[in-house]
């Protein structure tokens, strides 16, 4: 997974010059899809078949391969498309491998800040092969916090409206743009949290276990 990402991320860094060639939108007007996702998508489709040709991938812009392996493979080919697009730093390559509907492996590849996270169920979390370890700050009031929003109009509405509840009881918000990358951020402790609502496998997979390894409580808005 370290290996096939590090791949990915070096073609998309090469293709930064022409994001914004072919853009498509998905669920919204604000959901994009650039050329680039998809050769990457498969790109990564490509290896991991010849790697491991009896595993089921899913990934986010159409690869649902069924396995008989017992192992699944989710990808994000490029998560923080928006980023992307404008040559933001905050965008990365993710992937995850699901053992029995579990997930047990994750790397994220955030090639503008040379940052490769990777994780292993009860292995512990590594920044570029250093362990790290999530923050661990308990007040609040003391807490930076990561979020993000929907690309649907009324939930993201719905989202501004709680942030707007929360901002006075926090230390500050940041807002990167990339949920595998808030995840990471808060396994090495650049923010002490992250919420948000509507992500989909793809978005969290490797980097829920990444943060999960490095001390971090992972859960959803049921408990």
Same mark, same amino acid.
């Given at each position: 997974?370290?290996?096939?990402?590090?791949?990915? @991320?070096?073609?998309?860094? !090469?293709?930064?010059?022409?994001?914004? +060639?072919?853009?498509? $939108?998905?669920?919204?007007?604000?959901?994009? =899809?650039?050329?680039?996702?998809?050769?990457?998508?498969?790109?990564?489709?490509?290896?991991?078949?010849? @790697? &491991?040709?009896?595993? @089921?991938?899913?990934? !986010?812009?159409? $690869?649902? &391969?069924?396995?008989?392996?017992?192992?699944?493979?989710? #990808?994000?080919?490029?998560?923080? +498309? +928006?980023?992307?697009? %404008?040559?933001?730093?905050?965008?990365?390559?993710?992937?995850?491998?699901?053992?029995? /509907?579990?997930?047990?492996?994750? #790397? #994220?590849?955030?090639?503008?800040? &040379?940052? =490769?996270?990777?994780?292993?169920? /009860?292995?512990?979390?590594?920044?570029?092969?250093?362990?790290?370890?999530?923050? /661990?700050?308990? *007040?609040?009031?003391?807490?930076?916090?990561?979020? /993000?929003?929907? %690309?649907?109009?009324?939930?993201?509405?719905?989202?501004?409206? =709680?942030?707007?509840?929360?901002?006075?009881?926090?230390?500050?918000?940041?807002?990167?743009?990339?949920?595998?990358?808030?995840?990471?951020?808060?396994?090495?402790?650049? #923010?002490?949290? %992250? %919420? *948000?609502?509507?992500?989909?496998?793809?978005?969290?997979?490797?980097?829920?276990?990444?943060? +999960?390894?490095?001390?971090?409580? =992972?859960?959803?808005?049921?408990?």
């Amino acid at each position: 997974a370290t290996s096939i990402a590090a791949e990915a @991320a070096a073609l998309i860094v !090469e293709g930064l010059s022409r994001a914004r +060639t072919t853009v498509d $939108t998905k669920t919204t007007g604000t959901d994009m =899809v650039t050329e680039m996702d998809r050769a990457s998508e498969a790109l990564i489709l490509g290896l991991l078949t010849k @790697a &491991r040709p009896d595993d @089921a991938i899913l990934g !986010e812009e159409g $690869t649902d &391969r069924p396995g008989s392996s017992g192992v699944r493979w989710i #990808v994000d080919p490029i998560d923080g +498309t +928006t980023n992307y697009l %404008y040559g933001h730093a905050g965008f990365a390559v993710s992937i995850a491998a699901e053992i029995d /509907g579990a997930v047990t492996a994750g #790397v #994220v590849h955030d090639p503008l800040h &040379r940052d =490769v996270f990777t994780a292993l169920r /009860g292995g512990g979390s590594f920044r570029n092969g250093q362990p790290i370890q999530a923050s /661990g700050e308990t *007040e609040l009031s003391r807490a930076l916090i990561a979020t /993000g929003f929907s %690309y649907e109009p009324d939930r993201r509405r719905r989202q501004a409206a =709680v942030l707007g509840r929360l901002i006075a009881n926090v230390r500050d918000i940041r807002r990167m743009g990339a949920a595998s990358v808030d995840l990471c951020s808060v396994a090495c402790g650049r #923010v002490d949290a %992250y %919420y *948000e609502r509507g992500l989909q496998p793809w978005d969290h997979a490797a980097g829920a276990l990444i943060a +999960t390894e490095a001390g971090a409580i =992972v859960g959803n808005l049921s408990g």
